[in-house]
């Protein structure tokens, strides 16, 4: 099946400071890719769509201006979470469609969890 | 506007005996509806899907699912647990039907499997 690599899949870092993540998919072209975000014991809820070439799509109460997403290739796109916070401590995951006939399949990667101390 | 509703929080069951985790949904359209499932500190796997096809899917590790439109249920089961099937599972629908494009997630479920 298809593959979609997340990096880091942990990392801690201090406040004030900014933190990219890496989602790639390793065996197929991805035009849309998505960030979810999931906070502990809670379900996954969808902050940006991500459009290769294009600007990123945000959901209503996601701040533009602290996840910075660029999706510069068919195969990468980066979530960056600027001047970190503790409340920004949460498990990132992304996912990306791969057209399959008529349909397109979601494939997630391993996820990233954040800790801002 | 679409939505999952994940019935239970929590499911404990023995090892051996059957596994029901319930799902309503509710959609404008004809809805994709998947379930997924995720592992501590893990990422998501698909467990099976739903796009129209048959109304019984059967998935991974010996899981199924049956889409019941009258009911707007898609209901989880297994006939027999295993302890590696503890874990969270997620209901999930894709609206419009097919595309994936955009999922919503229910609240999740967490089996718990006891000996």
């Known amino acids: ?117 | 506007a679409q939505s999952v509703t994940q019935l239970d929080s929590h499911v404990s069951v023995s090892e051996g005996t059957p596994v029901l985790l319930r799902c309503n949904y509710s959609s404008s359209y004809s809805p994709s509806l998947f379930w997924y499932v995720q592992h501590p500190n893990k990422g998501l796997q698909l467990l099976l899907k739903y796009t129209s096809a048959a109304t019984l899917v059967k998935g991974i590790n010996g899981f199924e699912a049956e889409f019941k439109k009258s009911e707007t249920s898609f209901h989880l089961t297994k006939p027999s647990a295993h302890m590696s099937d503890a874990a969270e599972y997620f209901c999930v629908v894709s609206d419009p039907a097919g595309t994936a494009s955009k999922l919503t997630f229910g609240t999740g479920t967490r089996l718990q499997v006891t000996l």
């Open chain 1, 1 to 117: 099946g298809a593959v979609v690599s997340q990096h880091p899949s942990w990392v801690i870092c201090k406040s004030g400071t900014s933190v990219k993540i890496e989602c790639r998919s390793l065996d197929f072209q991805a035009t849309t890719m998505f960030w979810y975000r999931q906070f502990p014991k809670q379900s996954l809820m969808l902050m940006a769509t991500s459009n290769e070439g294009s600007k990123a799509t945000y959901e209503q109460g996601v701040e533009k201006d602290k996840f910075l997403i660029n999706h510069a290739s068919l195969t990468l796109s980066t979530l960056t979470v600027t001047s970190a916070h503790p409340e920004d401590s949460s498990f990132y995951i992304c996912s990306a469609g791969r057209p399959k006939g008529v349909n397109t399949e979601a494939f997630f990667g391993q996820g990233t969890r954040l800790t801002v101390v």
